[in-house]
C-alpha cells in the first residue's frame, strides 16, 4: 500500500489550488488512515481524467452508484504502491483501455467532494486527479461500476456530469493536454 510519504509528495507536487490546504490537514489528522476507505469518514481517492487532445474529446464513464457522467476513479488498494499508479488502475480498469501509457506524471488537480449516502460511511472524498491520453479511436469497455463509458467532445457534453464537473471540465482539459503534450 502507498505510504503516507508518497501520497504527501504526490500532493505537493500537484497544483496549489483552494483544497491544498485541506489535503495537508487531513494527512496531519488521520495519518496513514486517511489512504484508506476504512479509514474514516474522509479519505484519499485516485482519479484519471482520459482525454484525446487531437479531438478535443474526454472519456467518461456513467457511474452506478452516482447516475452521472465522471472521470474515472476510485479508492486506494492494497496494491498501489503511488497515487499516480492507482489512477492508472481505476482508468484502465473502467475504461477497458490497456495500457494507457501516457498519463501525468504529477496531479493535474486537487478536488474534495462531499458524497450522497450511496458511499455508505465514505462521506468526503480528498481527490488527487491525473490525466492520460488515449484516442477516440481507441474502443473502451463498460465495467461492473458503470452504465457506460464514452467519448464527448467538450462541445457536446452529456446534461447529467457530476455537479461541479462542467464548471470544472475546460480547465482540467487544458491542463490536462498541457502536461501531456509537454511531456513529449
Partial sequence: MIDLGTARQEVESGPRNSF??????????QGSASL????????????CLVIDPAAEAVLL???RKTGLWGQFGGHLESDDVS??????????EESGLRPLARITAAPIDLHMHDLSAA????????????????STDD????????????????????EN???????????LFRSAATALISRG
Avoid at 491544498?20 to 489528522?29: G, I, K, V, Y
Avoid at 484508506?36 to 482519479?47: D, I, K, M, P, Q
Avoid at 458511499?119 to 488515449?134: I, K, L, Y
Fill in 20 to 29: 491544498s490546504a485541506a489535503f495537508a490537514e487531513l494527512f496531519d489528522r
Fill in 36 to 47: 484508506h476507505r476504512s479509514g474514516g469518514e474522509h479519505h484519499v481517492t485516485a482519479s
Fill in 61 to 63: 464513464n456513467h457511474h
Fill in 83 to 92: 497515487l499516480r499508479g492507482a489512477a492508472r488502475r481505476e482508468a484502465e
Fill in 119 to 134: 458511499f455508505g460511511t465514505c462521506t468526503r472524498h480528498f481527490d488527487v486527479v491525473f490525466a492520460a491520453q488515449a
Fill in 139 to 158: 474502443s473502451p469497455h463498460v465495467s461492473d461500476e458503470s452504465f457506460d463509458v464514452a467519448w464527448f467532445r467538450l462541445d457536446r457534453l452529456p
Fill in 161 to 171: 456530469l457530476m455537479p461541479d464537473l462542467p464548471n470544472r471540465l475546460p480547465g
